[in-house]
């Protein structure tokens, strides 16, 4: 079954600094990746996704950007964070059951 | 762009009510409905989702409908339990691997 890996667990970066999250999946192979933030109490937004090594979409301007170098592995980047940075980030993979998801980063910029 | 509406966006019950949530879409082209559940500081989980050529699904005490023509679609939740507190969102792609968009959510209390 599809698994999908997410790290860190949780991030405090200050304003300013780099970020680099990362999100793997096993137990499927050249798998559709997804990008999702949960600001606080609100809804998912899609930012990236991917539908091949080196393939990016982006779904809203911003500071971020993301990047596929493996088939399994979606990262996702920012070279100067700001505040409204903070949130839940998720990554998602489609599977026959339909949507999972990695177990999230909880980012706080101070 | 797909635009998806959920309403209510909090929703209080009495243990053993029923509890509707529902969602409108905008693309006609959409044919693929999930939901998901998410407690508090985890991931969104799947419960339910329905396709297109099909108006209704159910999973014990949970149901999902669909009205292809309308664009709207609805979750039931019948005999809550507080178990079922939790934040709902509902979603819609056109096809089951492409990019899901997100209805804000409704924030389900289940009261004794």
């Known amino acids: 079954s599809q698994t999908i890996h997410q790290w860190p667990a949780t991030l405090v970066q200050p304003v300013g600094s780099p970020l680099s999250l990362e999100c793997t999946v096993e137990?499927?192979?050249?798998?559709?990746l997804y990008w999702y933030r949960q600001a606080a109490g609100r809804g998912l937004q899609l930012l990236f996704y991917?539908?091949?090594?080196?393939?990016i979409s982006s779904e809203v301007p911003q500071n971020l950007s993301a990047s596929r170098p493996q088939d399994r592995q979606f990262i996702l980047s920012s070279k100067k964070l700001l505040l409204s940075d903070s949130g839940f980030y998720l990554c998602?993979?489609?599977?026959?059951?339909?949507?999972?998801f990695g177990s999230g980063t909880r980012l706080t910029v101070v | 762009g797909e635009n998806v509406e959920q309403h209510p966006s909090t929703l209080s019950v009495q243990e053993g009510d029923s509890a509707v949530i529902k969602c409108t879409y905008s693309?006609?082209?959409?044919?693929?409905f999930p939901w998901y559940k998410q407690e508090l500081g985890k991931r969104p989980q799947l419960i339910i989702d329905?396709?297109?050529?099909?108006g209704e699904k159910k999973d014990q005490r949970i149901a999902v409908t669909l009205n292809k023509t309308a664009k709207h679609f609805s979750l039931h939740i019948t005999e809550t339990q507080p178990e079922d507190s939790a934040v709902y969102f509902c979603?819609?792609?056109?096809?089951?691997?492409?990019?899901?968009?997100f209805g804000t959510g409704t924030r389900l209390q289940v009261t004794l």
């Open positions: 998602a993979a489609p599977s026959v059951y339909g949507y999972t």
């Open positions: 137990g499927t192979s050249n798998p559709n």
């Open positions: 991917s539908v091949g090594i080196g393939q």
């Open positions: 693309d006609s082209a959409s044919n693929y």
């Open positions: 329905i396709r297109s050529n099909v």
């Open positions: 979603a819609a792609s056109t096809g089951t691997a492409s990019k899901l968009t």
